[in-house]
């Protein structure tokens, strides 16, 4: 147990942020880092209640977070470590990027603050970066199986990692010309700084891990060679179909998809071409960002480094109440209205709205967007709501610039899924069987692709579990 009483006498500490007159001037993460005497004493407030749901229940990966709270308050780093690796390949990204689920599920939380797990959490493994406790991890023998992971998102990362550690030839193959998937393009630097990754890239490289980037699987080369050269293939390849918004004025210039713009801000950031005429640029502009989830909140902060005008973020869902309702009751995560470090920086958040139509100037260009507020009913057994109109509320929001951050529907149903035929369920997302495998003998998939469109969190979970079904299946060969 950390410490008896410290949930009685230590209160929850939130890491510092960047001051917003600062931040929004440059790229760099916006959360600090609090001392080591008041991380230990955040530790401290685990209560080792007994059955802790942080684990069990909260934390996709079962991180094995009242053992390591443990070892922070008596101050031994190195078995904290131990205890976050064990579970988790990456938790210098979780600690900065997971909304923590954990948190809403600790037990200290029914009747005070939850413990600050994430930020433990990133201590832990930025002291270990710190301290040289982190180092390659080669297999000690090699198996002679050779494992095709096609993606390269946390979840292809975790499952590869896992398959190099395992003895088994592993090859990375990334239809970018980084690796990282989300992590890379997608998540915004002022969130995870790329060095983060590249320092985890350097370490699989070590561990003997083979990256092939600029590769298309489906397009550079096939499916078929992948199952020929290959003793099993990992696809990971996430959901990255955007959900459209097709209403009248949808074809007019200035109308992106959420992800157009994020990607180009972080190649930007990395010293990466984006060519000129491509370019989607906020400066100066009236934003509009329709979707009020993550994507949509890192537009906002990537709008407000850019120097927009003014920014609008438009959610068709009604406002979240401040605090956990009866009808979620712990130890479910809650929905609950949550602003985002973006949010703070400067914008101005619409609920209940729905967009009829895309306004253009000279039928070219945006200039708006035709709105009309509507009205939700209280959800049905099944927790569905509808809404309707509320009459005589149009009005008009206006903008240069209008980013689609609804979310994303499924895998790209493109040549790689349509030349190996592979089955996929209602939804569009791959199909697997209890296995994890696809409809091709030897062919596993996992995380976005499978599930839908997730978290960090998730996709590595779903990576590690791949990655140990791919080698039961492996061995069972060998048999
Ligand atoms: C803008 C944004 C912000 C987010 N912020 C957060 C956050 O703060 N916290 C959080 O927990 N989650 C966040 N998420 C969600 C999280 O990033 C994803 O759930 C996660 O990255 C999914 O991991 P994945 O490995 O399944 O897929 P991805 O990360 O999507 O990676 C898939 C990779 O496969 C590659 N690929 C696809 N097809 C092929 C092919 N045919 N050949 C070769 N390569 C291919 C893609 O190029 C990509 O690199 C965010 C998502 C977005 C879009
Ligand atoms: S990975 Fe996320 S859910 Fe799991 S312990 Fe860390 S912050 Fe909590």
Redesign the pocket.
């Known amino acids: 147990m950390a410490k008896p009483t410290g949930f009685l006498e230590y209160v929850r500490q939130e890491a510092p942020k960047r001051p917003v007159s600062q931040r929004v001037e440059d790229w760099r993460e916006v959360e600090g880092r609090l001392p080591e005497a008041a991380l230990r004493e955040r530790a401290a407030r685990c209560m080792d209640c007994g059955i802790p749901f942080c684990h069990a229940f909260g934390c996709p990966l079962a991180n094995r977070v009242p053992e390591f709270n443990e070892m922070v308050w008596r101050g031994d780093w190195e078995r904290a470590l131990e205890f976050l690796h064990a579970t988790n390949n990456f938790p210098e990204i979780?600690g900065r990027?997971?909304?923590a689920p954990c948190e809403a599920a600790c037990t200290l939380s029914i009747g005070a603050e939850a413990v600050t797990i994430r930020q433990i959490e990133l201590a832990v493994a930025e002291r270990g970066w710190r301290d040289g406790l982190i180092h390659p991890e080669p297999a000690p023998h090699r198996t002679g199986r050779r494992v095709a992971v096609?993606?390269?998102?946390?979840?292809?990362?975790a499952a590869a990692q896992q398959l190099a550690r395992a003895g088994h030839e592993t090859v990375v193959?990334?239809?970018?010309d980084r690796?990282?998937?989300?992590?890379?393009?997608?998540?915004p630097d002022f969130?995870l700084e790329k060095w983060v990754l590249d320092r985890r890239l350097d370490q699989m490289r070590a561990e003997g891990v083979a990256f092939e980037t600029a590769?298309?699987?489906?397009?550079d080369v096939s499916m078929r060679y992948l199952a020929r050269k290959f003793d099993a293939v990992l696809l990971?390849?996430?959901?990255?179909q955007p959900r459209d918004l097709p209403i009248p004025g949808r074809g007019l210039e200035g109308i992106h998809f959420?992800?157009d713009f994020?990607v180009q801000q972080n190649r930007r950031v990395a010293g990466e071409d984006v060519p000129r005429e491509d370019a989607i640029r906020a400066g100066g502009k009236q934003v509009v960002v329709l979707g009020g989830g993550?994507?949509g909140s890192?537009c906002v902060g990537t709008a407000r480094r850019q120097g927009a005008a003014g920014i609008t973020q438009v959610e068709l869902l009604p406002e979240p109440p401040a605090e956990r309702l009866p009808d979620c009751p712990w130890p479910a995560w809650p929905t609950v209205k949550r602003t985002s470090t973006s949010h703070e920086e400067g914008c101005r958040r619409l609920w209940s709205v729905m967009t009829k139509e895309f306004i253009g100037r000279g039928g070219i260009d945006v200039r708006g967007l035709r709105c009309v507020r509507i009205a939700w009913s209280v959800p049905d057994a099944a927790g569905r709501r509808t809404f309707e109109e509320v009459p005589d509320s149009e009005f008009t929001l206006e903008a240069d610039l209008a980013l689609l951050a609804l979310g994303?529907a499924h895998?790209?149903h493109?040549p790689?899924v349509t030349e190996a035929d592979l089955a996929r369920d209602d939804r569009g997302n791959l199909k697997v069987d209890a296995r994890g495998m696809t409809s091709r003998e030897g062919v596993f998939a996992?995380?976005?692709?499978v599930h839908g469109?997730?978290?960090?969190?998730?996709?590595i979970a779903?990576?590690r579990l791949a990655a140990g079904n791919i080698n039961d299946y492996l061995k069972g060969h060998d048999e």
């Open positions: 979780t990027v997971c909304p096609v993606g390269s998102g946390p979840a292809g990362l193959f990334e239809r970018h690796a990282g998937g989300i992590l890379r393009y997608g998540i969130k590769v298309a699987v489906g397009e990971a390849v996430g959901a990255e959420a992800m994020l993550d994507t890192d994303f895998l790209r493109g790689m996992a995380s976005d692709c469109a997730s978290l960090v969190v998730r996709a779903a990576g």
